[in-house]
């Protein structure tokens, strides 16, 4: 019988320490916005930044996405968590000037749970859309 | 042993019922993209002050990350996490004639009370004219921290380098120091941004006690 007692005792404990430790834990979620890159490319048509912006954006989160069709400004997300809700997105825009373009990279991330900062995040696209750039040389 | 199992029993069944009920709620990232201006005079030094001003009309201590680049960002006040929820960049490019600007804005959902889309509206008709729509007030952080939360500067903080030197942080993201000299405070993890006779990048200790970094070396009475 005491030895009953001391065994529920054990588990509620344990219960409780496992519960209330978890509402200890501080939440640190903070919402992280980046300036990325600012690039001018001279000499190709703006369609080659909106290639390489989906592209880009496909590699790096998914559902690269051109806002009101053609506009040049591409939006993408990190995939959605089992509630459905992404952690990090991404908008890349371009826009005619000189003989080129010009590309910017933003970027917005929660970390956690996103695991890269917003800045982190805009790096990588910056790089996969001038990997883009170099394969089609 | 029929009671061993039942006490197991119950005592897993009421940590899952509390971890359910107390898991918290995953939060989105809404990003809105698209708003676009095309002005037709102006510089980029034109551009970078309007800029400004329209972010500091919505969020607060906009800044120019990269001097002289004609991008600007800026946050929100601290929401119920003690952490900003809302955020925007506008980014200015000169043209031969003109400039381009771009407005793009992030939310953290359900914890900001409005969306990246009425945001970036707001910021954009702020800078190039057009109706301004009220945006409601950002909930303020619950349970208000205190003592040493590693969420939030909110307290009194004296200056390790110069015995007296005060500085006390409030709720809503302002700070004062004891000469009566204002500015801002942001904090994002454990890396705090003070924006008071510049911008300075600060870290705060685990303990949430301590920071440093910036030429300022903090610590926090609590």
Redesign the interface.
């Known amino acids: 019988m005491i030895r009953t007692w001391c065994t529920r005792v054990a588990l509620f404990g344990a219960a409780f320490a496992l519960v209330f430790g978890v509402l200890a834990t501080p939440a640190s979620a903070a919402l992280d916005l980046a300036v990325g890159t600012k690039k001018v490319v001279k000499g190709e048509a703006v369609s080659n930044c909106n290639d390489k912006a989906k592209t880009a954006l496909n590699a790096v989160l998914e559902n690269a996405l051109e806002v009101g069709g053609d506009t040049g400004e591409w939006r993408a997300s990190a995939p959605p968590d089992s509630s459905g809700n992404s952690s990090a997105a991404a908008a890349v825009h371009c826009y005619p000037a000189d003989t080129g373009y010009v590309v910017t990279f933003t970027c917005a991330v929660q970390a956690p749970p996103y695991s890269d900062s917003a800045s982190g995040l805009c790096t990588k696209l910056a790089t996969a859309f001038d990997s883009k750039a170099t394969a089609q040389r | 042993m029929k009671?061993?199992h039942s006490?197991?029993v119950f005592?897993?069944a009421?940590?899952g019922g509390?971890?359910a009920s107390?898991a918290?709620v995953?939060?989105?990232?809404?990003?809105s993209?698209?708003i676009?201006h095309v002005s037709d005079d102006g510089t980029l030094q034109d551009c970078g002050s309007k800029a400004r001003a329209s972010l500091d009309a919505f969020l607060q201590n906009a800044s120019e990350?990269t001097p002289g680049?004609g991008?600007?960002?800026a946050?929100s006040r601290n929401g119920p996490?003690?952490?900003?929820?809302?955020?925007?960049?506008v980014?200015c490019?000169a043209?031969p004639k003109g400039y381009?600007v771009?407005f793009?804005c992030?939310?953290?959902?359900p914890a900001s009370p409005y969306t990246s889309d009425a945001l970036c509206l707001n910021i954009a008709h702020k800078f190039y004219g057009g109706a301004i729509t009220s945006l409601a007030p950002i909930p303020t952080p619950s349970p208000i921290p205190t003592g040493c939360?590693?969420?939030s500067l909110v307290g009194t903080w004296g200056s390790d380098d110069k015995p007296g030197f005060t500085f006390k942080m409030e709720l809503n993201g302002d700070l004062t120091d004891s000469d009566g000299v204002s500015g801002n405070w942001i904090?994002?993890?454990?890396t705090a941004v003070l924006t008071y006779y510049g911008e300075h990048s600060m870290t705060l200790s685990a303990d949430g006690k301590h920071l440093h970094g910036g030429g300022y070396s903090l610590t926090r009475k609590c």
């Open positions: 009671r061993i006490s197991a005592a897993v009421l940590c509390l971890l107390i918290p995953s939060a989105a990232v809404d990003l993209v698209g676009r990350p680049s991008d600007w960002s946050y996490d003690g952490t900003p929820t809302a955020a925007a960049a980014r490019y043209l381009v771009t793009t992030a939310i953290v959902s939360a590693t969420n904090l994002k993890g454990n």
